[in-house]
């Protein structure tokens, strides 16, 4: 498997890190009898590099590899390394292609061995990939925000599949959400939860501004607990801003006074309308833009880091040579 053409993301990437070390590009492949790419049986995360002034730095990478931790964990599915190894593991990977800026995905998965379902006896595989990666939903869409739909896709029911894992096999359910808003003419859609309540994005969570408050559908309407979700109700929380969990009806969407995505692909992604009614005054609102502000700062190094989210990766590369 050759690297596609110069301006694809995944041009420039010589090294992926697989069960223990950097193989090249081209040789990073799996048996197409793998477990996962049958049944789904794959556990992974989106993390992303950030170049900041003080040199390149990963964002809340801890708690990246504790949501993959527990994801692993909902499926029974133990990892063969230890946080330290993964967290090495993610900087070889962005130190050995010279990135400084970038995606990181980590991926988990049950192998190739015995046919079935049952994947308790086969292997588990780790691979760390990373590749430059831009603005998710377009390049216009943080000044502009993006048009979206609700979907007539439901998002699965919490006693179908736990949405707290992050697993491949919830992606099917994203992407028919996506395909249809794509469909549509609309770049993204928003999955009621089973009960007609807001969840989420195919790829993000969603917050809306409604009477001065920032709220945002809580656990229990089957959403990802993203880490840039948390992050953003820290930050809100710092500006006085209330914030709350909530069951959103989704009347709220056509109603409310601002409304954003938020995700580690899409970061901050103002939201401008929904089924083409428009969003508020139709451009990103005052609070969404200062979440976007300090967000935007904190993670490019402009803001002091005052909740410790950013690990620099020189610092662990200084780590790594004593
Ligand atoms: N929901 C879904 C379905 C996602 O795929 C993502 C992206 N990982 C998110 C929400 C946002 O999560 P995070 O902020 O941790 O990237």
Known sequence: MQNPNSTHPFANVRWIWMNGELVEFEKATVHVLT?????????????RCYKTRQG????RLPEHLKRLENSCKVYRMEIPYTR????????????????????????????????????LPLPVDV?????????????????RGVDVQ????RRFSPASSPAVAKATAN??????????ALTNGYVEGIALDHSGNVSEGSGENLFMVADGRLLTPNMASSILPGITRDAIITLARDMG???????????????????????????????????RITVGEGHPGPITQRLMGE????VRGEIEDRHGWLTPVARVEAAARS
């Open 295 to 298: 967000f935007n700062g904190i």
């Open 35 to 47: 477990h996962a790419l049958h049944y789904g049986s794959g556990l992974f995360e989106g993390i």
């Open 56 to 59: 390149s730095a990963v964002f």
């Open 84 to 119: 330290e190894q993964l967290t090495q593991a993610v900087f070889d990977a962005i130190i050995g292609n010279e990135f400084e800026a970038c995606y990181i995905r980590p991926i988990i998965f049950r192998g190739f061995g015995s046919p079935g379902i049952n994947p």
């Open 241 to 275: 801003i209330e914030v709350k969990e909530v069951n959103m009806p989704r009347g709220m969407l056509y109603t409310c006074d601002e409304l954003f995505f938020t995700g580690t692909a899409a970061e901050v992604t103002p939201i401008r309308s929904v089924d």
């Open 127 to 143: 691979v760390v990939a990373v590749w430059p990666w831009g603005k998710y939903l377009g390049d216009e869409a943080a000044e």
């Open 150 to 153: 609700v979907s007539s896709w």
């Open 171 to 180: 992606y099917l359910n994203s992407q028919l959400v996506k395909v249809e």
